[in-house]
């Protein structure tokens, strides 16, 4: 079992920064996992931001690559989402998920995720 926990929300203006974090905490012992974030805005579907394999590697949706950096620390449990060049419809909640494999779908969607933590909100005026 995993339990995700996200942080580092908040307001920014246009133009601006944010890093999110999610502390991953694994209770079922060894495996790998395929992590990833999405977001959701008001009257949208949940979407993929990005994931990151196992061992990694990181992919980003189109609509925020070139902007945002998917990372994360094995020593430490943690996923990061750095969101540069914020623009108003990154505005969301953002929330980290996790699924059990070393790699992740090239289709990531909600029903391919089985973990998810609460969510962060963004916003971004």
């Known amino acids: 079992d995993v339990q995700l926990v996200e942080s580092g929300g908040g307001s920014v203006q246009a133009g601006g920064s944010l890093r999110l974090s999610c502390q991953v905490s694994r209770y079922s012992g060894f495996g790998t996992f395929c992590l990833a974030w999405f977001r959701q805005a008001p009257g949208n579907e949940r979407e993929a931001v990005g994931t990151i394999d196992d061992d990694g590697k990181p992919s980003a949706a189109d609509s925020v690559k070139g902007r945002f950096i998917i990372s994360k620390d094995n020593v430490n449990n943690t996923l990061y989402l750095q969101m540069n060049n914020l623009k108003p419809e990154d505005t969301a909640m953002y929330y980290c998920?996790?699924?059990?494999?070393?790699?992740?779908?090239?289709?990531?969607?909600?029903?391919?995720?089985?973990?998810w933590g609460q969510g962060t909100q963004v916003t971004v005026s």
């Open positions: 998920a996790a699924r059990g494999g070393p790699r992740c779908p090239a289709i990531s969607t909600t029903t391919t995720f089985v973990w």
